[in-house]
């Protein structure tokens, strides 16, 4: 039976935050897909509203049942996921030198999206159940470990770099979250120091360019610096309040790249401006403390944790992909929160809020 009193913790705030997010997102991406453009470009806009419906019905589904039945149930998501992202390196769809998509009926799913939250989920419950004060030790970090880089292994051979450190920045986040000891610390941080640069020697040679079009765009700037090149152009352009919805010329004339997806944030700086910029890097930073305070405010370890991997989530995906718009990070498929086109991302944003809103109005529970 529904339990009246939890529409008296039901967040409200934090489901008007993410209305204007997502209001803003499809906003502009109305305009990167319209503005002096083919009408059949309007397609896009129109999916992602279906995409907007269905993740509707998912952050309801995710905060309408206990979040602790995930602490019962969240090793076989894990399995479940881990199965899909083996499954889509043999029968995923192949686009642009990459399998990342499962094709369901009309529709195509990108199982590493899903295996984000599979991974906090895994990680809460470890954590949870083995907290202690003076910080986990190395041994005790071997499990975690193993959890977050099969899933990443996996998700390189796809390859996506961005969506695989994407993920290992949540669970790093996670883990310092719970605290490591201080030795293990140390002995990680030099660890990370000596391995990052051997990196270097596995990656593809059009992952090298990028890295080296990031230190120096002038080096390739009809190659592989023109989209970091294009997307500075139309942030500068927008200069303080923007050259007003639908006008943006970068976007019109087609010079921006990828427009609807990773450098979305460039068509709303070019429209509206610094004004329009800071006012949507205030609400995701209003968001992201949000979400740091309904962590704060649980009162048992496995909602904690829950909310900050959440949290981090939301974090580490603004700052990857507004930097990367503005040139301060490589070029790599990681998409804006509510904002960037993509029915994968726009479904694990929804459950991750609906999990948020599972933990705020169940904290209750124990009080």
Not at 96 to 122: D, F, H, T
Not at 236 to 244: D, E, L, P, T
Not at 332 to 341: C, K, Q
Request: with cysteine; net charge positive.
């Amino acid at each position: 039976m529904f339990d009246r009193r939890l529409l008296q913790y039901f967040d409200w705030g934090l489901l008007a935050l993410a209305s204007i997010i997502g209001g803003i997102g499809l906003l502009t991406l109305y305009s990167a897909v319209t503005a002096e453009t083919p009408d059949p470009q309007k397609i896009i806009f129109y999916k992602q509203l279906i995409w907007f419906s269905t993740a509707l019905v998912a952050m309801t589904v995710s905060f309408s049942i206990n979040y602790k039945l995930l602490d019962r149930w969240g090793q076989v998501l894990y399995i479940g996921c881990v199965l899909l992202l083996i499954w889509v390196l043999f029968f995923g769809k192949y686009v642009g030198g990459s399998r990342r998509w499962l094709i369901l009926g009309p529709v195509s799913v990108q199982p590493s999206e899903l295996a984000k939250i599979a991974v906090m989920i895994v990680l809460a419950r470890y954590y949870s159940k083995d907290a202690n004060t003076r910080g986990h030790t190395l041994r005790e970090l071997f499990r975690p470990a193993v959890l977050t880089l099969i899933p990443f292994v996996l998700i390189v051979r796809q390859p996506d770099l961005g969506t695989a450190g994407l993920l290992l920045l949540i669970a790093g986040s996670i883990t310092l979250f719970v605290k490591i000891e201080k030795r293990s610390l140390i002995y990680l941080i030099i660890s990370c120091a000596a391995v990052v640069p051997l990196v270097w020697f596995f990656l593809k040679e059009y992952q090298k360019r990028r890295i080296l079009v990031f230190l120096d765009p002038d080096l390739d700037p009809l190659g592989a610096g023109y989209h970091i090149i294009q997307s500075k152009i139309a942030i500068g352009s927008g200069m303080i309040s923007g050259k007003g919805f639908l006008q943006g010329t970068q976007n019109a004339l087609s010079f921006l790249p990828e427009e609807h997806t990773d450098f979305i944030f460039s068509v709303l700086a070019e429209e509206w401006g610094f004004i329009g910029s800071v006012v949507l890097v205030l609400l995701f930073l209003l968001q992201i403390f949000w979400g740091l305070n309904i962590a704060q405010g649980c009162r048992e370890p496995f909602g904690t944790i829950l909310a900050v991997g959440i949290t981090s989530m939301f974090f580490w995906q603004v700052i990857i992909n507004i930097g990367m718009t503005m040139g301060l990070m490589p070029v790599v498929g990681v998409p804006l929160p509510l904002v960037s086109y993509g029915g994968s991302s726009v479904l694990t944003t929804a459950i991750g809020i609906g999990l948020l809103m599972n933990v705020s109005m169940r904290r209750f529970m124990l009080e």
